[in-house]
């Protein structure tokens, strides 16, 4: 059983900068093909996803944070990261990480439900 736990939310300004991280454990030694990805979900509004990344490497963006936002992996720490750049007061939200032990077709890789393991959030705000 996989477990993630995120850090690294807190209060901003507008235009400031934030790095999320996400710890993983719990056999994440055996798996060698997986999708990692971030997710926020806003009050009101439904978990939407926002950059993902396979064990291939390869990275997906959602439009609205590309450029602004890059998720990177740390294998030997199985530890996720995102790093968020010029922050928007409509960034503000709780983000959450997730995780799938198989490499996603790329049109889901954004999408919640192939996900099964999942952490508990970090509430990032800008203001």
């Known amino acids: 059983h996989v477990q993630l736990v995120e850090s690294g939310g807190g209060s901003v300004q507008a235009g400031g900068s934030l790095k999320l991280s996400c710890t993983a454990s719990g056999y994440t030694h055996v798996y060698t093909k997986y999708t990692l990805a971030w997710f926020r979900q806003a009050p009101g509004h439904e978990r939407e996803g926002l950059a993902s990344?396979?064990?291939?490497?390869?990275?997906t963006y959602a439009e609205r944070v590309q450029g602004r936002f890059f998720i990177s992996l740390d294998n030997d720490k199985s530890t996720l990261f995102l790093q968020m750049n010029n922050l928007k007061p409509e960034d503000t939200a709780m983000y959450y990480c997730?995780?799938?032990?198989?490499?996603?077709?790329?049109?889901?890789?954004?999408?919640?439900?192939?996900?099964?393991?999942w952490g508990q959030g970090t509430q990032v705000t800008v203001s």
């Open positions: 997730a995780a799938s032990i198989i490499v996603l077709q790329p049109a889901s890789r954004l999408r919640q439900r192939p996900y099964n393991h």
């Open positions: 990344v396979t064990s291939a490497g390869v990275t």
